[in-house]
């Protein structure tokens, strides 16, 4: 299998639940619609200091191959899977005690698992690609 069917497989994956999530917020009322704007609008910065420094980290490690590739790239992408899913955890937090109703915030869990999940698929290619 290629790179292209992880790359498609994984976006697809997170497509999906981007769209399930979203039938789920049309069916808020108008109330909470404006919670959830409020509530997650705030970024996390530090996320994308997490990836950034990650992606350096990985880059140093590879050029001067202190460690094996797969096992830098492994890092690599649990550090972003975890910075990924502590996001989501600070969210469905905020969820909780916003006290939005619970089906809304199961919806949000089995989105949340969906997406991370679909970057599990995209960066797994490294480790299921055949090798010579």
């Given at each position: 299998m290629t790179l292209v069917f992880y790359i498609i497989t994984g976006f697809l994956i997170m497509t999906f639940a981007r769209m399930w999530q979203q039938k789920y917020i049309e069916k808020l009322n108008d109330e909470f619609k404006?919670?959830?704007?409020g509530l997650l609008a705030t970024k996390h910065n530090w996320l994308n200091y997490i990836s950034i420094a990650s992606l350096v980290?990985?880059?140093?490690i590879s050029v001067m191959n202190l460690i094996e590739i797969r096992n830098a790239f492994f890092i690599f992408t649990i550090i972003n899977v975890l910075s990924v899913a502590v996001s989501m955890n600070i969210n469905y937090n905020k969820l909780v005690k916003a006290e939005f109703p619970i089906d809304f915030i199961n919806n949000y869990l089995?989105?949340?698992?969906?997406?991370i999940i679909g970057v599990i698929v995209i960066f797994s290619y490294m480790f299921f690609q055949p090798t010579n």
């Open positions: 404006s919670k959830l704007v980290l990985f880059t140093l089995i989105t949340a698992a969906l997406r």
